[in-house]
């Protein structure tokens, strides 16, 4: 029987960080998501709207003016001032900091509170895609993280969301308590629990036995147990999220386009959407999905044409012969990884999956491109749906998480984000497509649907930003 005073959900792994400002992979995201505010949000429809900022207003092309929520405090009873939007603007786009969300706010030159109280920020240029950007701004406590410092923010956060953090068992779960004074919609359940499950089976039996609410990150023949059995259901949807294989261009081999192309060439997309993912997933020519701003129709990306790959492979003779590293972690899906190893197995390459944990894993697709893995396996996610937040995080080389050092790529990417003209930045993202089409950094592989599984009585429908929104939960009467 289900806690009425209790949710309980089971993640793949614990969070990497609960500071966030500092990582927005989906096991972070779907916690600190509920202990945090941020700038603006987005409704179930997928519309952007207020959160903190209660509304904006364009001063020229280049600045812009949000009006900031009276009567918010912090979880330590502090209130939420527009000192602490500046600061927390200030914090996340200080590249000393570090936050690997740096790429998505670099546009933004200066946060300043203005004489009638609100926040002001300036762009270096008009940035189309800001206020799909500030969805994700999180706003924090300027007192409480200068006075503990970073470390001990990420162990014990404080925000001004809907729940407060209550307890962090390393290794084991989250755990969230309701905020009663919360501004907003108060949550209907006092408590939750986020638990770190990493085999999927395991998932699927803590919600049919009823140990859990809601368990993420379901494969579809889990998805078709779930339909069998009693009291729960699979729900899915189709996500912003693009699966992807980054490649490394500046390791050996992988350093001449024809290997990469190659292995492009390699790659079944159909196969792995209907043979392994059941039909729920989209196969995509293009590093966005429809649901982005940025997509451009007819795009098709590299075909399957596993001769022309080893005809390429031939051409390089004995450079093309090395083993090559492929980075993965358990939250993502191991039968396309292995899939995709097999598939480059087929036409000649010799490939090495190394599974490590996620925070690793992270790590070393963030590193110096020179000493990181030859491949990793992607799913990328901006939930800003602007191409903007995947393009140029994954391609520019000012960001953490590209390999590519291409200066004329960067002005393209520059570009896209500057002007406010949407048949220019279409114009300019059809030449991005164009150059992963040719260069091939990256493989777009499909358009991910989110699939999970839920107490039938569970009142919650998923959304493409694949959010967890506690406060917008209950139970069905």
Not at 48 to 56: C, D, F, K, L, R
Not at 220 to 246: F, S
Request: aromatic residues 8%; charged residues 25%; glycine residues 6%.
């Amino acid at each position: 029987m289900a806690d009425a005073e209790l949710l309980t959900v089971d993640l793949v792994n614990e969070p990497s960080s609960l500071d966030p400002h500092m990582q927005w992979n989906p096991d972070s995201y779907y916690v600190y998501r509920n202990i945090f505010d941020n700038l603006l949000t987005r409704d179930d429809e997928g519309e952007i709207v207020p959160q903190i900022a209660t509304e904006w207003e364009y001063l020229s092309d280049t600045e812009i003016a949000f009006t900031i929520r009276e009567g918010v405090t912090f979880h330590d009873g502090s209130p939420l001032t527009a000192e602490d939007v500046v600061y927390s603007v200030e914090r996340i786009t200080n590249p000393d900091f570090g936050s690997p969300q740096l790429s998505q706010f670099s546009t933004i030159t200066a946060a300043e509170v203005m004489d009638d109280g609100r926040v002001k920020l300036t762009t270096s240029a008009p940035y189309p895609a800001l206020l799909a950007q500030l969805v994700k701004l999180s706003i924090v406590p300027q007192a409480i993280v200068e006075e503990v410092g970073q470390e001990a923010f990420n162990l014990n956060p404080v925000g001004s969301g809907p729940y407060r953090f209550a307890g962090w068992d390393r290794g084991v779960e989250v755990r969230l308590e309701r905020n009663d004074e919360y501004w907003g919609e108060v949550g209907d359940f006092p408590a939750a629990v986020f638990r770190a499950v990493p085999d999927a089976s395991t998932r699927v039996a803590n919600l049919v036995s009823g140990a859990s609410d809601l368990v993420v990150s379901l494969d579809p023949d889990l998805a078709m147990q779930l339909e069998t059995a009693d009291g729960v259901e699979p729900r899915t949807a189709l996500t912003e999220r693009v699966g992807y294989l980054k490649l490394n261009p500046q390791k050996p081999g992988l350093d001449d386009p024809r290997m990469r192309r190659a292995i492009a060439h390699a790659i079944d997309r159909e196969l792995i959407v209907e043979g392994l993912l059941g039909g729920y997933d989209q196969p995509v020519g293009q590093m966005l999905t429809p649901a982005h701003v940025g997509w451009v129709e007819g795009v098709e990306g590299v075909p399957y044409d596993p001769e022309a790959a080893r005809a390429l492979l031939d051409e390089m003779g004995d450079a093309a012969d090395r083993t090559l590293s492929f980075a993965t972690a358990p939250v993502f899906d191991q039968r396309i990884v292995q899939a995709l190893q097999q598939m480059l197995t087929d036409v000649g390459l010799d490939v090495e999956i190394e599974m490590t944990d996620m925070s690793t894993y992270l790590a070393k697709v963030r590193g110096e491109p020179a000493q990181g893995p030859d491949l990793s396996f992607g799913r990328w996610s901006c939930a800003c749906q602007d191409a903007d937040g995947v393009l140029h995080p994954l391609l520019h080389s000012g960001s953490s998480w590209s390999a590519v050092r291409e200066p004329e790529l960067d002005v393209i990417l520059d570009a896209a984000r500057a002007t406010l003209d949407e048949g220019e930045r279409l114009s300019e993202y059809a030449k991005v497509h164009e150059y992963v089409a040719q260069e091939v950094p990256l493989v777009p592989l499909y358009q991910a649907a989110i699939i999970y599984g839920a107490d039938e009585r569970l009142e919650w429908t998923p959304t493409p930003n694949e959010s967890l929104f506690i406060n917008r939960m209950d139970w069905a009467e």
